[in-house]
């Protein structure tokens, strides 16, 4: 029987900071920064509440440094806006919208379910047509392609289906950066890795790629 790891998730405050944190099997405390842009502890197990507050302590100077530089890259919604490929919209409700319609700067909807489908709907359509446009450099046919909300993946290719998944929260980015990461995980069709193979293949079909991949990191929302 397979023994399990053992992790212990929870939140740490430190003066005006919170970092969400996870205990496991580690040799070393490691901070860094996920994909929403906050602070994240991962700290080996051994460790005790002292020497993690002697860790944060001395790297005190460098958090506050990069806890300005996020705050100017975080994208803040209100309840009634939202981001579609690229642009924030006004959202507007009401029971006569039967259809979600964009005027402007504006999107009308009947309730947040309407809007959530419509997003869906959308998604289908405009991760289809990327897909469909660039096939033609890839042997291998995608076979399934998948759309759901995940947490930590814009997107992933299972190599040996041909089975291609992509977040529906990809629709918030712009057109640009959609593109992109469909073309990083059609390459995986071809390369199941991220290696020096994997980044020229990409290079060739997209040579701009590496300005898309900074634009989808540092747009957060």
């Keep these: 029987m397979a023994k399990q790891s053992i992790s212990i998730k929870g939140i740490l405050e430190f003066k005006e900071f919170r970092f969400t944190y996870e205990k496991k099997k580690l040799k070393y405390l490691r901070l860094r920064v996920d994909r929403n842009l906050n602070f994240k502890l991962s700290i080996p197990l051994y460790y005790e509440q002292r020497d993690i507050l002697y860790f944060l302590e001395k790297n005190e100077a460098w958090i506050r440094a990069k806890e300005k530089e996020l705050a100017l890259k975080r994208v803040v919604l209100s309840e009634d806006e939202v981001y579609f490929l690229g642009k924030k919209f006004h959202l507007v409700w009401g029971e006569k919208y039967k259809k979600v319609r964009i005027q402007k700067d504006k999107i009308y909807a009947k309730d947040q379910k309407h809007l959530q489908a419509f997003i869906r709907q959308s998604a289908r359509i405009v991760f289809e047509f990327f897909?469909?446009?660039?096939?033609?450099?890839?042997?291998?046919?995608?076979?399934?392609?998948?759309?759901?909300?995940?947490?930590?993946?814009?997107?992933?290719?299972?190599?040996?289906?041909?089975?291609?998944?992509?977040?529906?929260?990809?629709?918030?980015?712009p057109i640009k950066v959609i593109e992109y990461v469909i073309v990083h995980e059609l390459t995986h069709l071809i390369y199941p890795h991220h290696q020096k193979e994997f980044y020229n293949f990409l290079y060739r079909l997209m040579p701009d790629y590496k300005e898309r991949e900074v634009f989808l990191k540092t747009l957060i929302f």
């Excluded at 469909?132 to 392609?145: C, E, M, N, T």
């Design 131 to 173: 897909i469909h446009k660039w096939q033609f450099a890839f042997d291998r046919k995608v076979q399934r392609i998948c759309i759901k909300e995940m947490v930590s993946r814009w997107g992933s290719c299972n190599h040996q289906k041909a089975n291609i998944n992509l977040n529906l929260k990809l629709m918030q980015k």
